[in-house]
């Protein structure tokens, strides 16, 4: 019996021929019957189990990628800012050393500057001997020396070096000023050379006024 069913089962024919033979066109690539068989080829065989795909879950080797690129960047952000800490110090340091020489070189002319000024109160400063000393003074004006210490000023302990000082007659509110400058104070940028020699007096705060803001004006020349 099972031979008869077999022999009565029809037999299919398909015409798998790319070119129509009556026509001469191609015929399209897959027809409805070979798009179902491949889709029946390309079923998983097994029960029902999935192969894994990206969709279910991460590639580990992008894992290792992400995190070897968040190194990099970690290290490359941390180089770089020492190089900006680096050139800081390095701008500092090269500042501070301009500063530095500019000290040294107005601190050995600091008692020429107060040979100029004692000649210019005798009345001796004239002629070639001016003529150099003002050459002098406004090579060291250009490097940023700059003096202080003039009467009438308030008296600061960080810039005055007081030799005497004269008590106030009275009673009252009092501020002490300088009365007299024996030598001139000189700085460069926030750096003193030397502290001015001088000489203070408690005076009212009332008449101390005038003197304190005539010594917030521009430095006298030290020539």
Do not use: C, W
Request: no cysteine; proline share 7%.
């Amino acid at each position: 019996m099972a031979d008869e069913q077999k022999q009565e089962e029809p037999v299919t024919f398909r015409d798998r021929r790319k070119v129509d033979p009556e026509t001469g066109e191609a015929r399209p690539a897959t027809d409805g019957a070979d798009t179902a068989g491949a889709a029946d080829t390309a079923a998983p065989a097994g029960d029902g189990e999935q192969v894994a795909g990206p969709a279910d879950g991460e590639d580990p080797e992008v894992e290792k990628l992400r995190a070897e690129v968040a190194e990099r960047t970690a290290d490359l952000q941390r180089v770089s800012a020492e190089y900006a800490n680096y050139r800081r110090r390095a701008d500092r340091d090269r500042e501070q050393t301009k500063v530095d020489a500019k000290v040294s070189f107005a601190n050995d002319l600091l008692v020429v500057l107060d040979d100029f000024e004692r000649a210019a109160q005798h009345g001796d400063l004239t002629g070639p001997f001016k003529a150099a000393a003002d050459k002098v003074t406004t090579v060291l004006t250009k490097l940023g020396l700059e003096p202080f210490g003039t009467e009438g000023e308030s008296f600061d302990p960080q810039l005055h070096e007081a030799v005497q000082h004269e008590p106030a007659e009275g009673s009252g509110p009092t501020v002490t000023v300088l009365s007299t400058v024996l030598r001139r104070g000189y700085r460069i940028s926030d750096r003193v050379l030397r502290p001015a020699m001088v000489t203070v007096q408690d005076r009212p705060e009332a008449s101390a006024g005038g003197g304190a803001d005539a010594g917030d004006g521009e430095p006298q020349n030290p020539a």
